[in-house]
Each structure stands twice: as structure tokens, then as C-alpha cells.
């Protein structure tokens, strides 16, 4: 479970985060949502401790990614929008190496990357090297590398984006299935059908700040839309930056 409480962040004079607040609760999908340089790639960083917060709180499975970022770490799965995959190394050794760095055995190791490999259909690539690697190949090694050691909490950074329509579908079913099994997972992206098709919870950020946070029928009710997409226009109150 995530709570985060009045979160600010700025850079220079610009004020990337202005008092963002909301939670996510285990065995949901929390979508943040907004247009391109909303907040939403910075609120995730402070999350996972890579950008430490000008004001605020924030709680991860108890946590304090201030005071607790090498527990944090253990208990939090990141999939970031850069995906950062070392391309000399193979798929599996990718993986294997994250692994590592969460003190995971060699024998757990391999037994974890086996059934990734299974559950994202990475067979017919776990061994070659990840240079020359399609996004969807290079997403899917991104997701087993960041869940290798089984976290409760799981943050992704627009994993979507520039997939086809199967890897899409094929994402899509894998998300799910991690909040069957109990996970908190908060989702960043500023496609709409990703939110419709996959979120308990909404928050809508916009220069910023939160603009609304709920449900999808709670979001439809109070702009009085019927649809999503008119939803997000109305609540931020213009159609700049909408990717739909």
C-alpha cells in the first residue's frame, strides 16, 4: 500500500509537484493520469527514492523512502519510462543481475526467471542480448527484472508506450494478474483505454496537482461526461497535451 501526503517538487523555479496526495491500496490498480508534464513521471520518482521530495510524506508498506530506501527497495518492483536495460548482457543475464543486488540466491534466481520467462512468453529471446530488441521485448525484460524478487508494490512509468496491439493485450493480462494475487500496483500513463481497461482508482494530476481522485463512474459522475476522455477535459480543464 502507497499513501503519499501533500508532495511537492520543484526544479529551479518550476514547480514540477504542487501538494500531491492520494493512496493505493493492495489488490488495486491506481492509475495516474494526465497529459505529458503533468507531474507524474516526477511523483513516481520520489516514490522509488531516486528524487528526494521538497515537502511531503510518503509511505510505502510502511515505509519511509527518506529513511528507508534499501528496504523500500526490497519491497517495491519499478518498471521506469527509460527501461535502462544494459544491451552487452542478455535477457536472462539482465534479469539474473537484479536479482543479485536484492541478495536473492542463484538457485532462487534461476528458478524465478524460469517462470518469467513462462508468464511473459520470453522463450524465444531470454538468451540473446537486448541490443536490437523491440520495445515489446525490451518491456517485457523491464517487468521480469523489476518483479525478479517478488514485490508487494509495483510502479510502472507509461509501459505501454510504443507497444502493438498483442504486446498491449499481452501487458494488459499480465497487470491484471498481479492485482488478482494482491499487489498494489500504481500505473503512470495518459492513454485513456490503458485506464479504462485496467484501474480501480484514478487520479487525474495537472501541472501539478491533483485534479480529481476517484472511481472511474466516480470521475464520470462528478464532470458529468459520458466518457472518460470528456471526463479528463472537463476535470482539467482543458485539452492540452490529451493523448487518447
Do not use: W
Not at 526544479?11 to 495516474?32: K, M, Q
Not at 519511509?64 to 542478455?90: F, N, Q
Not at 520470453?122 to 514485490?151: C, L, N, W, Y
Amino acid at each position: 500500500m502507497i499513501v503519499v501526503k501533500n508532495l511537492k517538487k520543484s526544479f529551479g523555479e518550476v514547480r514540477a509537484v504542487n501538494g500531491v496526495s492520494f493512496e493505493a491500496h493492495d489488490g488495486e490498480i491506481t492509475g495516474l493520469l494526465g497529459p505529458n508534464g503533468a507531474g507524474k513521471t516526477t511523483t513516481l520518482r520520489m516514490l522509488y527514492s531516486l528524487l528526494p521530495p521538497d515537502e511531503g510524506e510518503i509511505r510505502i508498506d510502511g515505509l519511509d523512502p527518506a529513511k528507508d530506501a534499501m528496504e523500500i527497495k526490497r519491497t517495491l518492483g519499478v518498471v521506469p519510462d527509460s527501461r535502462g536495460l544494459y544491451t552487452r548482457l542478455t535477457a536472462r543475464e539482465n534479469i539474473a543481475y537484479f536479482g543479485e543486488l536484492h541478495g536473492m540466491s542463484r538457485r532462487a534466481i534461476e528458478g524465478r526467471i524460469k517462470e518469467l520467462t513462462r508468464t511473459l512468453n520470453m522463450e524465444d529471446f531470454i538468451d540473446r542480448r537486448t541490443e536490437g530488441f523491440s520495445q515489446g521485448q525490451r518491456v517485457k525484460v523491464a517487468i521480469a527484472r523489476a518483479m525478479i524478487h517478488e514485490p508487494q508494490t509495483v510502479l510502472m512509468d507509461e509501459p505501454s508506450n510504443g507497444l502493438d496491439v498483442m504486446s498491449t493485450r499481452a501487458l494488459r493480462e499480465y497487470i491484471l494478474g498481479l492485482k488478482a494475487d494482491g499487489h498494489s500496483i500504481v500505473l503512470s500513463t495518459h492513454i485513456m483505454q490503458e485506464v479504462a481497461a485496467l484501474c480501480d482508482r484514478i487520479v487525474i494530476i495537472a501541472r501539478g496537482e491533483v485534479a480529481a481522485d476517484g472511481s472511474a463512474e466516480e470521475l464520470l459522475a462528478r464532470s458529468g461526461s459520458a466518457s472518460l476522455e470528456d471526463a479528463f477535459v472537463q476535470l482539467i480543464g482543458s485539452e492540452e497535451g490529451l493523448l487518447a
